[in-house]
């Protein structure tokens, strides 16, 4: 399984809200959570199948940003 770390603008509950239904109706993201006490917003994702631009993509759809940490 891969994880990935993303720094984000969800910064708030109803930003998590916004973006939870677009992860959760993907059958390849296993887990995922957003540290929004983190100043850098932190999104983990953990999945099998999906590369990091794709769940970028997923983000981007809900309306938010998501940039790989390294």
Not at 4 to 26: R, S
Not at 42 to 64: H, M, P, R, Y
């Amino acid at each position: 399984m891969k994880q990935y770390q993303f720094k984000t603008n969800i910064n708030c509950g109803g930003c998590v809200a916004k973006v939870t239904p677009k992860l959760n109706e993907n059958p390849d993201i296993q887990e995922w959570n957003v540290d929004t006490t983190n100043p850098a917003k932190i999104l983990t994702v953990k999945t099998d199948n999906l590369a990091a631009d794709e769940v970028k993509s997923i983000v981007a759809s809900a309306g938010f940003k998501a940039e790989v940490v390294d």
